[in-house]
């Protein structure tokens, strides 16, 4: 299968001249689509940067990264914008709801940033959040729901604009063991049924079944990467 | 995204109230010191611009401004009538003198007319009129020194007053336009103004000019006839009002006070705004992360910023424009004072000067935040 992603000898460091950090040190990485890759490892061993790398926020230092065709280190921002705005969807650990705005305006903020009227958005939203079971919860505000349910709304906002790439940093560590294996589901169905890449950075072994793929990082290398479904097999 | 601006701007109401109150301070202050200001310095000409059919004054080179007159020759006033284009030439006085009634002994303003063309007199009558000045040893006086003299006195004519020891007798009241210096005004015709005075000598001469002459073509061939200083009013009247404006205090504590209403609206709405676009910084880099630009941002902060300051704006002018519809009705050191246009304007374009430097400021912060750092 033709990979949606690859990564080739890629190398981030952070600082300059002597106080100069290496986070990741060569980096040999191919992802398809269809797959839920899990990027687990200790802390500090440059999960998050690499997948910030892959989200297009960050460029590389070295090496190449290739994201859906295009080059990261040569998009300028505007270009890094636009591909996130059409092909990324983002959940967070701490969820990361806008305060001021309900469930379905949450969940409408993709279509909204990429230019749909408001209305037309909202009720968009709506529909999304109907799909996770919160069609009651949709006119409530982030602070009036649990943490699942948040979390929910923004696994919404994530596929709201159907991006080919749903990155997911810890997105069940703020949860309980029961809201996160529901999170996990829906992730790893939209992974297989919609043929999208969805790659989740976690410390929590309570999901690593849901796994297409672990690839396990240290010390800004790749120390462990199977091949497809093969962890299922080994867990 | 104008909605979800809105939205988050709303959701502080304590951030966007301390906004628009600050705005409305601002604005309030701003408008209602300049437009008093404005005012003030027009009065210091108020005898000048009221005085509608004047096309020319002549004035002694010694005397800058209408409160500082000078004493002109009695033989000018025919150098004056004898040049070509003047139509009709008289004597004005502006002296100072004492008025003796029983509740009052002050200082008061005389102002001498021409009783025949009536030149330089106030053109609105509160009671009687001013041919009555034809005669001798009669008076006019305005209507806020009527109140002087007489408090709480129905105004009525034929009464009589000891102006400089002359007793004069009152004829009509007037109403004109408010002046710089609040004294009582008294009128009368110039022989009477010579009388009262003791001087001979007129402070100015008035020239009406012929038809199809211009006045400032005009003041120059008086001004070289005569060696005086010669003005069309409009000009007399702009050197009378910078006169004030260079030489005494209140410019600079006007615009101190002007500068101050500035500074509190703009720090205290750029702080304000800058803490909403801290505390939000999160929210407006995860809309980064999903692809917002920075233009949809800038657009956003300014669409927040025009709203607090439209809002802050109405508020704080209607408030002023309040206090120019009903103080000056019932506070006579106000009286005529109104919220000019041009105030309006320089307000508005403070006020959004203010608005922008917030928003501009502030959205440098949204926009340095990386988006990667919503993820660390
Ligand atoms: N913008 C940055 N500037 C400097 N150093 C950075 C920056 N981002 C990350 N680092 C450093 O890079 C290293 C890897 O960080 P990263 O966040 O990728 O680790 P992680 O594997 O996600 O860790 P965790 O499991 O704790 O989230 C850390 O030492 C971190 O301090
Ligand atoms: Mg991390």
């Given amino acids: ?235 | 995204m104008q909605k979800i601006a809105l939205r988050m701007l709303w959701a502080d109401t304590g951030k966007s109230l301390a906004m628009v109150l600050g705005i409305a301070f601002s604005t309030l202050l701003m408008a209602q010191q300049a437009a008093i200001f404005f005012c003030l310095m027009n009065n210091t000409a108020s005898h000048i611009t009221a005085a509608q059919d004047v096309d020319v004054w002549v004035s002694d080179p010694r005397s800058d401004y209408f409160d500082d007159p000078g004493s002109l020759p009695q033989g000018l006033l025919n150098s004056v009538r004898s040049v070509e284009g003047v139509e009709y030439a008289v004597p004005f006085i502006r002296g100072q003198v004492t008025v003796d009634s029983p509740n009052f002994v002050e200082q008061a303003i005389l102002i001498g007319i021409d009783p025949i063309t009536k030149l330089g007199a106030p053109q609105k009558m509160i009671e009687g009129s001013l041919d009555a000045l034809k005669a001798s040893n009669v008076f006019a006086v305005d209507k806020r020194g009527y109140s002087d003299i007489w408090p709480n006195e129905d105004i009525v004519l034929g009464r009589f007053l000891e102006v400089n020891n002359h007793r004069l007798k009152l004829v009509a009241v007037v109403d004109p336009p408010s002046p710089f210096i609040s004294m009582p005004l008294i009128y009368t015709g110039f022989t009477t103004a010579y009388g009262v005075t003791g001087n001979q000598r007129p402070s100015f001469i008035l020239v009406r000019i012929t038809d199809g002459q211009n006045a400032v073509g005009l003041s120059a061939a008086i001004a070289e006839r005569t060696g005086y200083v010669a003005q069309p009013s409009d000009d007399f009247a702009k050197s009378t009002v910078a006169y004030y404006m260079k030489n005494t205090g209140i410019p600079i504590n006007f615009f101190i006070t002007i500068v101050l209403g500035f500074v509190v609206g703009l720090a205290v709405v750029a702080q304000t705004f800058y803490l909403f676009i801290t505390e939000n910084i999160k929210n407006l880099g995860v809309m980064k992360a999903m692809g917002a630009t920075g233009w949809q941002l800038t657009q956003m902060t300014l669409l927040q910023c025009a709203l607090v300051a439209g809002i802050g704006f109405s508020i704080g002018i209607a408030g002023a424009a309040w206090f120019f519809e009903t103080v000056p009705n019932s506070v006579t050191a106000f009286k005529g004072f109104y919220l000019p246009w041009e105030v309006y304007l320089n307000t508005a374009i403070a006020i959004l000067g203010i608005s922008l430097f917030a928003g501009l400021i502030s959205i440098q912060r949204a926009i340095r935040y990386a988006p990667a750092e919503v993820l660390r």
Avoid at chain 1, 101 to 114: D, F, G, Q, S, Y
Avoid at chain 1, 118 to 128: F, P, S, T, W
Avoid at chain 1, 172 to 179: E, V
């Fill in chain 1, 1 to 235: 299968m033709e990979a949606a992603i690859s990564c080739n000898n890629l190398v981030k460091s952070f600082g300059k001249g002597s106080s100069s950090q290496t986070v990741l040190n060569g980096i040999n990485l191919d992802l398809s689509a269809g797959e839920l890759t899990i990027i687990a490892g200790p802390s500090g061993s440059g999960k998050t940067t690499l997948l910030s790398i892959l989200a297009c926020t960050l460029r590389p230092t070295s090496g190449f990264a290739e994201v859906f065709g295009q080059n990261i280190a040569q998009l300028t921002n505007a270009q890094m914008a636009r591909l996130r705005r059409h092909d990324v969807g983002f959940i967070f650990q701490q969820y990361n709801l806008i305060p001021a705005l309900t469930a379905a305006e949450n969940a409408a903020i993709p279509l909204i940033i990429a230019g749909a009227p408001y209305d037309k958005a909202v009720e968009a939203g709506r529909r999304v959040l109907g799909k996770f079971d919160l069609t009651e919860h949709s006119h409530k505000y982030p602070r009036q729901m649990s943490g699942g349910q948040q979390q929910r709304v923004a696994v919404a906002r994530a596929l709201i604009h159907k991006p080919r790439l749903v990155i997911c940093d810890e997105p069940t560590a703020a949860l309980d063991a029961k809201s996160g294996e529901t999170v996990m589901q829906i992730l790893s169905d939209i992974a297989a049924s919609k043929n999208r890449l969805v790659i989740v950075v976690t410390h929590d072994h309570r999901i690593f079944h849901h796994a297409d793929r672990l690839v396990e990082m240290n010390d800004g290398n790749i120390v462990s990467n199977p091949d497809q479904h093969n962890y299922a097999r080994i867990a």
